[in-house]
């Protein structure tokens, strides 16, 4: 989670606090000191922004996802059978008792005010009971799965949702997790249409949508809807808080002109087979198989040609685990250091390059950053996976300037990607964002 500064100026409090503390009782001096304690906290909990992430070095491979569907956004329709398969490994060698709680949210993830019991059944944290040991592995580990909502608990309200996965203290979780649920109280019609700058043409796609709230009435449109965009299910540059543009007889208007764009960036996304620690997989050049580790020599890559491009059936950055050399791939597929090399013809100065994916939930971070091979003339990285086929893609981020997805993409006016729309309605005076409709869309199969 990240923290969002506040000003000073929002703590008049905490200046009459001391500014008056030597004519306090010690009557007046307890009361004030409460008063603090409760405005910190409420503080702290309204800039606490909650992301995917995994605050531990033992924690690997976690996912989740609707059950059944390995590479889907985690979204739960309300009050349906439906539920969602957390997946995650423990490294340490340690057996341990996990804890699962929920954290209500807003639409920019911040927690909301409601309490725990307002929009949980049932208990408030439970048990991971369901784990397996790994077998004929080199890395030993412990798998953990847990099928949420169940009978422990349920969640009665839609909006953005926390998991939290802790041992002992469930202020400091191990790892976090978004995921949403909807009430799918109005029809969203959206496509992908080229930017209507022709300039931006080869480099962005543009989302557009309408929405029909009939018998479903909305009051105050510009105040009381909101949407996020996302690409790819990429929260670290989703487009957020828009408002519509215009409104009308039971229907709202997102037809933006360049807000709603996101970069074309990619002939679709690079990938590697990692499914066989036995046979070489696409993409790979090289084992060394030791005996209590793997390495995996990646093929070296360079910068894709922008004038070059195939329709190659990815991912869309995402991964799923597999083993093709036992079918019991939760607890029997084995990790492996994997070395990535990126060829850009020498050193660029000013700047990283980094290599992303949902793998590793698409952090600008120390673990995923590329150091320059003097020796070998490339930038690499190595990171840890379980075995699975893998999409990734390479970001240069300037060190004064925003990422760059074209250095080492290139980009073209259709590639292709998916779309998610979440709308959100917060009537006056609710304490939450409800989230009445989810929509996914893809560019090529829906051209505007």
């Not at 996802?65 to 009050?79: E, Q």
Request: with cysteine; proline share 5%; net charge negative.
């Amino acid at each position: 989670m990240s923290q969002i500064p506040i000003p000073k100026s929002q703590f008049p409090l905490f200046s009459y606090f001391w500014s008056n503390i030597c004519c306090m009782s010690v009557m007046d001096y307890r009361k004030m000191l409460f008063l603090l304690s409760l405005l910190l906290t409420a503080t702290v909990q309204a800039t606490t922004v909650w992301e995917n992430k995994v605050n531990v070095s033992f924690i690997k491979t976690v996912q989740l996802f609707p059950k059944g569907l390995d590479m889907a956004m985690p979204v739960l329709t309300l009050n349906s059978p439906e539920t969602l398969e957390l997946h995650f490994d423990d490294i340490s060698g340690e057996p341990r008792s996990y804890y699962y709680t929920v954290v209500q949210c807003n639409s920019n993830w911040t927690p909301t005010t409601m309490n725990v019991m307002e929009y949980v059944d049932g208990f408030t944290e439970a048990n991971i009971n369901d784990y397996e040991y790994s077998e004929g592995t080199k890395q030993s580990y412990i798998h953990y799965t847990l099928e949420f909502p169940n009978i422990d608990m349920r969640i009665n309200k839609s909006g953005n949702y926390i998991l939290l996965v802790y041992d002992r203290d469930k202020d400091k979780p191990l790892f976090s997790r978004r995921f949403m649920i909807t009430e799918a109280k109005v029809q969203v019609q959206a496509g992908v249409a080229y930017p209507r700058n022709f300039a931006a043409r080869d480099q962005f796609q543009e989302v557009v949508f309408k929405v029909n709230h009939k018998g479903f009435p909305i009051d105050y449109p510009q105040m009381e809807i909101k949407a996020t965009v996302l690409q790819n299910y990429r929260w670290d540059h989703a487009k957020v808080d828009i408002r519509p543009l215009l409104s009308g007889m039971n229907e709202l208007n997102f037809d933006f002109t360049g807000t709603l764009t996101f970069p074309t960036a990619g002939r679709e996304f690079r990938f590697f087979d990692l499914r066989s620690l036995r046979f070489r997989g696409q993409n790979i050049r090289a084992f060394d198989i030791r005996d209590a580790s793997n390495e995996v020599f990646l093929l070296y890559d360079k910068p894709q040609k922008r004038d070059n491009y195939q329709l190659i059936k990815d991912l869309n950055g995402q991964y799923y685990i597999d083993n093709l050399d036992n079918p019991y791939y939760n607890s029997a597929a084995d990790y492996a250091y994997v070395h990535f090399n990126l060829d850009v013809n020498g050193k660029i100065p000013n700047g990283n390059f980094y290599v992303l994916g949902a793998f590793n939930d698409w952090r600008y971070d120390e673990s995923c950053k590329m150091t320059f091979d003097v020796l070998d003339q490339t930038y690499t990285t190595t990171q840890f996976l379980k075995q699975g086929w893998y999409n990734y893609t390479y970001i240069f981020k300037p060190d004064d300037g925003s990422p760059d997805p074209f250095f080492t993409e290139g980009y073209f006016m259709d590639t292709e990607n998916d779309y998610t729309i979440l709308l959100y309605y917060t009537p006056f005076g609710e304490r939450y964002d409800r989230l009445i409709a989810v929509k996914h869309i893809n560019s090529l199969m829906n051209r505007y």
